[in-house]
């Protein structure tokens, strides 16, 4: 008798533990290198954190404005103490510190945003930006009197350089005469130096402000003068609606879903993951109502050709600033050519340092 009570007592705490495991929710992490309020790339990447939180059985938090180094790492270990199945590291200086923290946490999954590292539980992802970039830069090009063109950039990474090259290419596209000038501001997200930097290419005689930074600083500083706006990360048409002409994005919802799924289901390998137009990752926002229809029309052409493969941003012949053959006639570069790109084109006035 005390055998088989002892029996149905071990049967329903195993039931009732099975029970409780299977509905404890699933613990997403992300750590973003600015505030979600900036309205660019923290932004960007909170908006698909909203939309797996929505999903059943995950729960997910964040830390914002995390400096890239020592600080991410602790804020990682932190996270993977907490017995989080999925953390999303979202900046590039996050690489190393997440690598270590994955090597210690072998049973975590790992993700590094625009990175090239992985390890047996650690992938890397980002999405072909530069495609969006070029379809900005026709509009720019087609828009621009002065025919010089301003970029507020944050740090010469290849990542940056690559969206600076197809923004110049797009704009050539459509006005060979098209000049690109870039300042380094060396950082991702300081309001206040992203508009000095923006209000020294219009001393120079910039029309169109464009910009790889993470506030509308830049763009408020083109309405200032009266001038036109290329925004990055998000729609921030409102910041500046009298200047805006377009904006690539970011859409992360549908990647952070398929991610959380592949953790779920067990089918999540560590590779590396670049989508682009074709998978709606990287986009660009309606164009204002001073870009004139056919320039319109013109644009979301050429998105429909890159998106379905018809065409490519980087197809040869392709010079460097000295006029160095960089991309043979008629060949498109491939990813690592891409990935590892630390030059200028033809056309783009500034430094690589």
């Not at 998978?279 to 890159?306: F, N, W, Y």
Request: aromatic share 12%; net charge positive.
């Amino acid at each position: 008798m005390r055998r088989a009570m002892f029996f149905w007592v071990f049967i329903c705490v195993f039931a009732w533990g099975v029970a409780s495991a299977a509905d404890t929710p699933m613990k997403v992490g992300f750590v973003y290198v600015s505030p979600i309020g900036d309205a660019g790339w923290s932004y960007a990447h909170d908006q698909g954190r909203l939309n797996i939180e929505a999903m059943d059985g995950v729960t997910t938090s964040f830390v914002e404005a995390v400096p890239e180094g020592p600080d991410s790492e602790r804020v990682m270990l932190n996270m993977a103490r907490k017995n989080y199945s999925l953390i999303f590291a979202t900046s590039y200086g996050y690489m190393d510190p997440m690598l270590k923290v994955a090597k210690q946490f072998p049973d975590i999954v790992f993700m590094h945003c625009s990175g090239f590292k992985t390890a047996k539980n650690m992938g890397n992802y980002f999405g072909r930006m530069y495609q969006a970039r070029y379809l900005s830069g026709m509009v720019a090009g087609a828009m621009t009197k002065s025919k010089i063109l301003g970029y507020v950039a944050a740090f010469p990474i290849p990542e940056v350089i690559r969206g600076i090259n197809a923004f110049a290419l797009g704009a050539q596209s459509v006005n060979s005469d098209v000049k690109v000038r870039v300042v380094w501001t060396k950082t991702w997200y300081d309001p206040a130096t992203e508009k000095e930097a923006a209000k020294s290419l219009l001393d120079v005689g910039a029309d169109v402000i464009a910009q790889h930074q993470d506030s509308p600083a830049p763009q408020e500083a083109a309405q200032e003068k009266g001038v036109y706006s290329v925004g990055y990360n998000s729609d921030m048409s409102k910041f500046a609606p009298k200047s805006h002409l377009c904006a690539p994005i970011w859409n992360w919802s549908s990647f952070y879903k398929e991610m959380v799924e592949k953790v779920q289901n067990g089918t999540w390998k560590n590779k590396s993951y670049w989508y682009g137009l074709e998978h709606g990752i990287v986009d660009i926002t309606p164009m204002g109502s001073m870009v004139p229809k056919a320039v319109q029309k013109r644009v979301l052409a050429k998105k429909d050709e890159i998106a379905s493969g018809k065409a490519k941003v980087f197809v040869g012949p392709i010079k460097d600033q000295s006029g160095k053959l960089r991309i043979a006639k008629d060949t498109p570069a491939d990813d690592q050519e891409l990935l590892g790109m630390t030059w200028f084109v033809e056309g783009v006035v500034g430094t690589t340092q």
